[in-house]
T-cell receptor
Framework: AQKITQTQPGMFVQEKEAVTLDCTYDTSDPSYGLFWYKQPSSGEMIFLIY??????QNATEGRYSLNFQKARKSANLVISASQLGDSAMYFC????????????FGTGTSLTVIP | GAGVSQSPSNKVTEKGKDVELRCDPI?????LYWYRQRLGQGLEFLIYFQGNSAPDKSGLPSDRFSAERTGESVSTLTIQRTQQEDSAVYLC??????????????????FGAGTRLSVL
């Protein structure tokens, strides 16, 4: 089974609107970390936000928030007030286990912000 | 340096030649990862180093691929007898590693800008 599943290959959003990018994960380990990265056309992977499995509250970083639903094993990224510069590929990733160092990445979602 | 540094940024080579890609991790990061990303695809794990432990080579696609890391510093990914299917962006990332284990350890991976390899 896939460790990380991103079911939206491409998404469009109007500038200034909010958008949700879906991510589900699969693990039986009670300790794990979830990450979102942005990859603009320049190619560099930019860390956006982190959610730990023990965190009680949803993570937020500026316009980014993570809708963490542990029972459903989902970790959706919400981008509020979309900007043209948000157009990029977005990858969800998981680090499995308390001492885990291997990361699993999803296949990515391409987001296009429409002016 | 402040971030993960990779060199060269672009490499064009002829089929059959060997190439070396370099990664300079963030100072103090004990874990280092190599990934391959083909055009329009996700990240494919290649290899990871944790301190002085034996590396996890489970992602290397063939014996033409190898990587070395001296201690907790620079790593080199070598591809021998390159093939056209090796054309991709090779990304390196580093993270604080096991030294920060525990439920509060984020262990975030920080990526370099990548090396774009083109095999003609």
């Amino acid at each position: 089974a896939q460790k990380i599943t991103q079911t939206q290959p491409g998404m469009f959003v109007q500038e200034k609107e909010a958008v949700t990018l879906d991510c589900t994960y699969d693990t039986s380990d009670p300790s794990y970390g979830l990450f979102w990265y942005k990859q603009p056309s320049s190619g560099e992977m930019i860390f956006l936000i982190y959610q730990g499995s023990y965190d009680q509250q949803n993570a937020t970083e500026g316009r980014y928030s993570l809708n963490f639903q542990k029972a459903r094993k989902s970790a959706n990224l919400v981008i509020s007030a979309s900007q043209l510069g948000d157009s990029a590929m977005y990858f969800c990733a998981m680090r499995e286990g308390e001492l885990g160092n291997q990361f699993y990445f999803g296949t990515g979602t391409s987001l296009t912000v429409i002016p | 340096g402040a971030g993960v540094s990779q060199s060269p940024s672009n490499k064009v080579t002829e089929k059959g030649k060997d190439v070396e890609l370099r990664c300079d991790p963030i100072s103090g990061h004990t874990a280092l990862y190599w990934y391959r990303q083909r055009l329009g695809q996700g990240l494919e794990f290649l290899i990871y180093f944790q301190g002085n432990s034996a590396p996890d080579k489970s992602g290397l696609p063939s014996d033409r691929f190898s990587a070395e890391r001296t201690g907790e510093s620079v790593s080199t990914l070598t591809i021998q007898r390159t093939q056209q299917e090796d054309s991709a962006v090779y990304l390196c990332a580093s993270s604080p590693g096991r030294g920060l284990a525990g439920p509060l350890a984020k262990n975030i991976q920080y990526f370099g800008a990548g090396t774009r390899l083109s095999v003609l």
